[in-house]
């Protein structure tokens, strides 16, 4: 299994600001994901950060909104830009490998944008 | 498209009686299926797994699920509940960690 620690664990922003999210995993690990969790509902992927790659986005997210950057092989960012109250949601950064293995979640951050 | 759909948005369950919480999905190829249980506040935990052979799997906290293909269904059990399993709980399918597809989820609500 894998240890996620995610920081922070809660933030109040301003609209219009951005908020920079980071994810640490205690291995190294292939790919990394990003979900949103809107309130009330369910777990949406935003992306998938490989090490050395431009992140892969969902449909509905896009780069300028929500860059990514994976420096290595333990750690990702995800960045939510120019925040609005519909930005807030928890956003969950979860690790896995290849077919045939579980992702692991880290326990989360929740944002509330006023 | 993939989809996973938890027709129940919210059980309630005295305690020590039994669970089942429903789980229907679509997916092209064989699916790898998967359990969460969310508690307030929390991450998600995983408590089960299916990826082939015995399609009734054990997990953690006492839960099984069985994966039954010809209904498209990996329905969650659990013979007697207790206070502590008062979560939210996701299904969810994919290819293994990748690009999982989630339910809406079920919040469970456990009555003393």
């Known amino acids: 299994s894998a240890v996620i620690s995610q920081k922070p664990s809660r933030d109040i922003c301003q609209r219009g600001t951005s908020l920079t999210i980071q994810c640490q995993v205690d291995s190294q690990v292939t790919m990394m994901f990003w979900y949103r969790q809107q309130p009330g509902q369910s777990l949406t992927l935003i992306a998938t950060?490989?090490?050395?790659?431009?992140?892969?986005?969902e449909s509905g997210f896009v780069i300028d909104k929500f860059p990514i950057s994976r420096p290595n092989l333990t750690f990702s960012t995800l960045t939510v830009s120019n925040m609005s109250p519909e930005d807030s949601s928890i956003y969950l950064c979860s690790v896995g490998g290849g077919a045939g293995t579980e992702a692991f979640f880290g326990q989360g951050t929740r944002l509330t944008v006023v | 498209a993939q989809s996973v759909t938890q027709p129940d948005i919210h059980i309630t369950v005295s305690e020590g009686a039994s669970l089942e919480l429903r789980c229907n999905y679509s997916y092209g190829a064989t699916p790898y299926l998967f359990w969460y249980v969310q508690s307030p506040g929390q991450g998600l935990q995983l408590l089960l797994k299916y990826f082939s052979g015995d399609t009734l799997v054990q997990g953690i906290k006492g839960f099984e699920a069985e994966f039954k293909r010809s209904q498209s269904s990996f329905n969650l059990r659990k013979p007697s509940v207790h206070w502590s399993d008062a979560a939210e709980y996701f299904c969810?399918?994919?290819?293994?960690?990748?690009?999982?597809?989630f339910g809406q989820g079920t919040r469970l609500t456990i009555n003393p």
């Open positions: 950060a490989n090490q050395g790659s431009e992140a892969t986005y």
């Open positions: 969810a399918v994919g290819a293994g960690a990748q690009k999982l597809v």
